[in-house]
């Protein structure tokens, strides 16, 4: 039996408000703990209660779906609820599970929360080995990488390098897709070219990360909250 979880409902529009409201009441696993269209009320709720998911639409007056994500996307999952299927490609580089394009029907919203719940069992039964670890195919051969042996991933433009302990392994992959394989409470992007193991870090000092080798890599302009974020953790 699947457990509750505590959810959210952000949107400026009413109607949308009670409609995704009233779907929500229908599925026993769901426990709204917000539903309204007052943003910071929103967000202190985000700091202070456990959210295990967020129907987020992005067209918001006080603040857009895609800032609010870029403030809690590492601690929250959410499920696009938007009139504008353009903001598909941009609320897909965040933690988006589905993407709900309004007028949202019943049917199409429990397929969006089956999909949340698959995710989440995928994700604690891969949370639950004991070694992780990560298989990418380069030179015609599949390597087995353990996650541990990872110092840092390099990207070089269709490619990436990936530095371990012992190789440098080229693959053809982009860094979008190799963060997504990667366990995500140990690993942070922190340039368009790196990302970098949580428990590799030795110092931070100014725009640049030294790490337990010895390397120095930059923070991008565009990562730097990110990485302020995990550093207060």
Partial sequence: MRKRINCMILDDEPFAVKLIADYAS???ELNVLYAGSDVFKAMEILKAETVDLVFLDIQMPQLTGIELMQLFNRQHNFIITSAYPQYALDAYQFHVIDFLLKPVTFNRFYQSVEKYFRWQ???QQQAGN?????FVKADRKHYKIAT???????????????????????VLENMKDILEKLPRQQ????????????SKIKVIEGNQIQLTDGTFLPIGETYRKLVSEWVQR
């Fill in 130 to 134: 004991t070694e992780e670890s990560l």
């Fill in 121 to 123: 069992e995928t994700f």
């Fill in 187 to 198: 690993f942070v992007r922190i340039h368009r070219s790196y990302i970098i193991p949580l």
């Fill in 148 to 170: 541990t042996e990872i110092i840092y991933i390099e990207g070089l433009k269709d490619y990436i390098r990936i530095h371990t302990e012992s190789d440098k392994i080229m």
């Fill in 26 to 28: 229908k599925v026993p």
